[in-house]
């Protein structure tokens, strides 16, 4: 089936921006992909994700509400696409709940939480823990790095947030694989078929 609103999760690492990359390219008339509104911050206002909180919430707090009318305005005016999202606030939320970062805590239910849009369905990459740190230190970027006994509690807190949502929409990816296997199972969940021009 065609779903609408696409949202991806996963541990660090697990090819989130590489997928999402992909999709952009091979499938443009398809996909229209949005990336992580966290890592577009973080990056662009030159913030480390766990010394920088509070100002990383405030942005947040700003640019969630101006996602959810993007994603609204290209499905009202593009309705055979699906809009795929890279991560989402229940991840950072997640973190936040590990961190106890009350700032965003507090920001979340009071402000965050009411604006977040509703998926079709959320795609989670998944991968062992100890892959996911090997493939931070190769990765080498210090900016978004973080420990695995954080990415461990962090998913403990991620899959309580999805229950307490009531999400039934929760689908696995294992990543821990050749990528042509992976990108060919996440073609057929998203129901994908390429269309090139003829030479």
Not at 21 to 35: A, D, E, G, R, Y
Not at 89 to 117: C, Q
């Amino acid at each position: 089936m065609r779903y609408s609103h696409v949202i991806l999760e996963g541990k660090p690492t697990t090819g989130k921006t590489e997928v999402s990359n992909l999709l952009k390219i091979f499938f443009p008339s398809q996909i229209v992909v949005l990336p992580e509104l966290t890592t577009v911050l973080v990056r662009e206002h030159r913030l480390n994700i766990l010394k920088h909180r509070n100002r990383l919430t405030d942005l947040l707090a700003e640019a969630v509400p101006r996602r959810s009318l993007e994603v609204a305005e290209i499905l009202a005016s593009r309705g055979d696409v699906t809009v795929f999202e890279e991560s989402h606030m229940g991840v950072h939320w997640a973190y936040s709940k590990v961190l106890e970062d009350t700032y965003f805590l507090d920001h979340y239910d009071r402000v965050i939480s009411k604006r977040l849009p509703e998926p079709d369905l959320f795609m989670r990459l998944d991968m062992p823990v100890e892959l996911s740190v090997k493939r931070q230190v190769a990765r080498a970027t210090k900016d978004v790095e973080v420990s695995g006994q954080l990415i461990s509690d962090m998913f403990e807190n991620l899959n309580a947030w999805h229950a307490a949502q009531g999400h039934k929409n929760l689908l696995v990816v294992d990543t821990n694989r050749a990528p042509n296997l992976v990108i060919a199972d996440i073609m057929q969940l998203l129901d994908l078929e390429y269309r090139g021009l003829e030479p």
